[in-house]
């Protein structure tokens, strides 16, 4: 019989608060940024954190991963070196890591995870990382589902991917263009988000295809319709971007995730969760709800034609209506969505700028803004914050508990006690009591009292009662009984936690290319030793250490000319205008390229 296969949901944390709250919104694992060189500089956290949400993940089996995720200088590695003993010690199930150079330094036992920041596209890159002794692999965002199941049936590492979140426009690891610009590298965690800026397109003869759009601005991923799909593609993590999100979008999208996989798990018995407990929500998860800009699937059935939000780079939320009558000081929506006092509305106004205003009141079906806006009938409203659902993820909004059954027996100096988890951890406590029969019955008050459980971790399934007969047992003495058992099976659990070692040793195995550009992102000796040793023979240095000469400043599957209409493989294709195309932002011109052949676009910077 084929054992059925354990999913991981993977929640974000900017913080110790957003990680245990990720953790009791259904999280089976976190991932959290180092202390220092992780790929969102801004969303570091101390060692005592981490250890702090590692011990309190660990009570449900949740695991933590931490971020440390960007190149590294020859004069970062001891420093490094240092922090992951640290985390380890911290009690962190893996690292996450780009920088190849990693692997040849001084390691603890903890496992490896592959950042998408690696460029994870083909079977051949992921089986060679998995060779190399990584332990999980993200997967580019681009992929689609058949070359997911193309990595998955050719390789036997766990595979992790996106399911919702904020898109890089770029192939991740293979975006240079605010280091070229600013001097703020993508690869250390600094990107200046060039990808949110607007610009103007320009075609070879001078003309103006698009005025101050935000051209490379994608829509935010949401796979959410998709999630069996990629289970059964082979997908065993399904990660939520947002290291800089705030505490209510992490337990937003992580409820709604969970619930989505546990109506799975009801029909699908071949795949279960990856750590225990159940969680209770007290509010409806909503992924309109919480920061976007508007969702798109992105490549994974097919090229999705409005996948770019051009107008805006900013979120936009949910759709609300139109409006319908206007007045000096009040309007009205024709939608079906009820608006609340407080809550932010939207609207693009007659420069196609995102404009928001505050709701000062309502009456009826009347909206009063705090300052009414220049909006006129038949204007699209959208609302970015809603006041009342934001208020009800400010107080207790989940709760996660794993269900327990207690047996008491009697024994020859008391009774014995034994508590059993749903993950049959078991733990035995004893009270010593000489036996005097009850006048009255007992099993209502045994039952009472193993049923609270106050703020516990666990939730009472059932209790057997193996007695001879209607003994006394004094309700502080059931107490005490409970309250050692929980006690008990608490330390079982935190022993026998299936911590993962894995010891990376040195490997040889060749690389799928026998050269590295600047893409291959080398900016230290140790990487530079880790791919001589799989047979590199030519190794450039990384584009942070030495720009090279006329580089590609972003590769993209995500393409400008099919966003707009104007791809020569569409129906109907008639293209009035010109190659070469450039972008215009500021001072800058970039110009682009594409391979019509793999439907990818470059852009580079005009010399």
């Not at 959410?224 to 593609?233: F, K, M, P, Q």
């Not at 996989?261 to 992924?287: T, V």
């Not at 009141?361 to 934001?390: C, L, Q, S, V, W």
Request: aromatic residues 10%; contains cysteine.
């Amino acid at each position: 019989m084929k054992l059925a296969r354990k999913i991981e949901l993977l929640a974000p944390a900017k913080n110790l608060e957003c990680g245990i709250e990720a953790i009791n919104h259904g999280a089976d694992a976190v991932y959290i940024g180092a202390p220092m060189f992780s790929a969102r500089a801004a969303a570091g956290n101390t060692i005592e954190d981490i250890h702090t949400l590692s011990v309190y993940a660990h009570k449900f089996l949740a695991k933590v991963y931490v971020a440390l995720n960007t190149i590294l200088e020859d004069s970062q590695l001891p420093e490094a070196e240092k922090m992951i003993r640290d985390i380890y010690r911290a009690g962190a199930d893996a690292l996450i890591i780009q920088d190849m150079g990693i692997l040849n330094l001084n390691l603890p036992p903890i496992p490896l995870h592959a950042s998408t920041q690696c460029d994870n596209r083909t079977p051949e890159k992921v089986r060679f990382l998995e060779e190399a002794g990584f332990s999980q692999v993200v997967l580019a965002r681009e992929l689609s589902l058949n070359q997911i199941k193309d990595i998955s049936s050719n390789t036997k590492v766990p595979l992790e991917v996106f399911i919702h979140g904020a898109l890089c426009v770029c192939y991740s690891g293979q975006c240079y263009i605010s280091q070229a610009l600013s001097n703020r590298s993508a690869n250390r965690g600094e990107c200046a988000q060039y990808c949110r800026m607007p610009y103007s397109l320009i075609d070879g003869t001078g003309k103006t295809i698009a005025s101050n759009k935000y051209l490379l601005s994608l829509k935010d991923l949401n796979q959410s319709d998709h999630i069996e799909e990629l289970l059964d593609a082979g997908v065993s993590s399904l990660k939520i971007e947002g290291r800089l999100k705030e505490l209510s979008y992490v337990k937003n999208i992580t409820a709604y995730y969970r619930k989505k996989l546990d109506e799975i798990f009801e029909r699908r018995p071949e795949y279960i969760p990856s750590s225990s407990g159940k969680c209770i929500f007290y509010f409806n998860p909503d992924p309109e709800k919480s920061f976007n800009r508007d969702f798109t699937s992105y490549f994974l059935k097919n090229r999705d034609p409005k996948m770019a939000s051009p107008e805006t780079p900013k979120a936009t939320g949910e759709l609300i209506g139109n409006v319908k009558d206007l007045f000096h000081n009040y309007f009205t929506i024709s939608g079906h969505k009820p608006v609340h006092n407080g809550d932010g509305l939207c609207f693009l106004n007659n420069r196609k700028e995102l404009q928001g205003f505050r709701v000062n009141r309502i009456d009826g079906n009347k909206i009063f803004p705090a300052e009414m806006p220049r909006i006129t009938h038949g204007t699209t409203i959208y609302r970015n914050f809603d006041h009342e659902f934001e208020k009800s993820l400010q107080k207790k909004s989940s709760e996660r508990k794993i269900k327990v059954d207690f047996e008491l027996q009697e024994n020859a100096f008391g009774f014995d006690l034994t508590i059993t988890d749903e993950d049959n951890y078991q733990a035995t406590v004893s009270a010593t009591l000489k036996k005097e029969l009850s006048q009255k019955p007992q099993r209502e008050n045994i039952i009472a009292q193993f049923s609270k459980l106050g703020n516990t971790i666990f939730e009472l399934q059932n209790v057997r009662i193996n007695l001879s007969d209607n003994w006394f047992i004094p309700s502080s003495i059931l107490a005490d009984l409970k309250r050692n058992a929980v006690e008990s099976l608490l330390s079982v659990r935190e022993i026998i936690f299936s911590k993962s070692f894995t010891k990376i040793s040195p490997t040889y195995h060749p690389y799928p290319e026998t050269g590295l550009s600047y893409l291959g992102n080398v900016s230290n000796e140790k990487a530079r030793e880790f791919y001589i040793q799989h047979g590199i023979k030519s190794i450039d240095t990384a584009f942070e250490i030495k720009m090279p000469q006329k580089p590609v400043l972003m590769q993209n599957k995500y393409c400008i000319k099919y966003q707009l209409g104007i791809c020569p493989k569409k129906q109907n294709f008639d293209n009035n205008f010109k190659p070469p195309y450039t972008l215009v932002t500021g001072n800058h011109q970039l110009n682009l390229s594409f391979d019509c052949n793999h439907c990818e676009m470059q852009i580079s910077k005009e010399s």
